[in-house]
């Protein structure tokens, strides 16, 4: 049941994509969608029986061409150069090659999807509003910092999966899970949280500094467990870096709520009160 449920749910995505596109067809939305076409296909291998270190290239590419269509949405602010739009759309058609390649032949499918994975973090390097950002301060900083550091991590996972091949088990698999799954997943939900979740939600989400610190724990403790404790072998500390993890995605949420519940309570109490009736304030009654 939860796999046939997960199946129709990536379909119910696909579906809303190839709504969006005909009303309003974009290389960004082309990216989402198929992102979202990835995992549908990697939801109907696992309803297969195929094990999830094998589908793993499957989900790593919904959750990056997702995020990388979102990215190229907002890089539309500043003038893209002719030739931005056709590379980037050239990046998401040589990872969507690269994915089902690695069904038939792991080994050249991994280095292509590798491949195209670095190609695509270097276009958002470049193309990003980002490194324009990293100068400024408060919030923007802040999401300037996740997003580079996010693609630094994405970078690793496509490096390592150029370099080694195939890998689904052991220190390297786990390299590349935590590399995507935590440096860049994670880092682009903590940079988009303070202005994405208010709008969602309806709820202030301001930025305040424990964001910041909570960000810095995160990819400290990523370098700890995966640098040290993967690359290097070290067992130690790839457990402290695990516990830091844990911590840091902690400290995010417990600052997040805790910002968004004060932000809300000192707007309550600016309100003005409800003017009073004449009954409320007894002006009304007879005097004695």
């Keep these: 049941l939860?796999?046939?449920l997960l199946v129709a749910g990536c379909a119910a995505l696909t579906a809303l994509y190839v709504r969006f596109w005909r009303r309003q067809p974009s290389t960004a939305l082309l990216a989402q969608a198929a992102g979202a076409v990835c995992a549908l296909g990697g939801a109907l291998l696992w309803l297969g029986g195929l094990d999830v270190p094998r589908l793993l290239p499957w989900l790593v590419a919904f959750l990056v061409l997702t995020i990388a269509g979102e990215r190229l949405e907002l890089a539309r602010v500043a003038t893209l150069a002719p030739s931005a739009e056709p590379t980037f759309l050239a990046c998401v058609a040589t990872v969507a090659v690269g994915v089902v390649t690695t069904l038939m032949w792991p080994l050249a499918g991994t280095l292509v999807l590798g491949a195209a994975l670095l190609v695509l973090v270097g276009w958002l390097l470049v193309h990003d509003v980002a490194r324009r950002l990293l100068r400024s301060t408060g919030l923007p900083r802040f999401t300037a910092g996740c997003l580079l550091a996010g693609y630094g991590w994405l970078g690793l996972a496509?490096?390592?999966?150029?370099?080694?091949?195939?890998?689904?088990?052991?220190?390297?698999?786990?390299?590349?899970?935590?590399?995507?799954?935590?440096?860049f997943v994670m880092s682009m939900i903590m940079a988009h949280a303070p202005t994405i979740l208010p709008a969602v939600l309806r709820r202030p989400l301001p930025y305040r500094p424990g964001m910041a610190a909570a960000a810095w724990l995160l990819h400290?403790?990523?370098?700890?467990?995966?640098?040290?404790?993967?690359?290097?072998?070290?067992e130690a500390a790839w457990r402290t870096g695990g516990v830091l993890n844990i911590a840091a995605v902690l400290l995010f949420v417990v600052t997040a709520a805790a910002a968004s519940v004060t932000t809300a309570r000192r707007a309550a109490g600016k309100q003005p009160a409800p003017p009073r009736s004449p009954a409320d304030t007894g002006s009304d009654r007879p005097r004695a």
Excluded: E, I, M, Q
């Excluded at 496509?158 to 440096?183: I, K, N, S």
């Design 2 to 4: 939860p796999r046939l």
């Design 220 to 234: 400290l403790s990523l370098v700890l467990r995966v640098c040290v404790g993967d690359l290097r072998d070290n």
């Design 158 to 183: 496509g490096g390592l999966w150029l370099v080694t091949g195939p890998v689904t088990d052991g220190t390297r698999y786990d390299a590349v899970v935590h590399a995507v799954f935590l440096g």
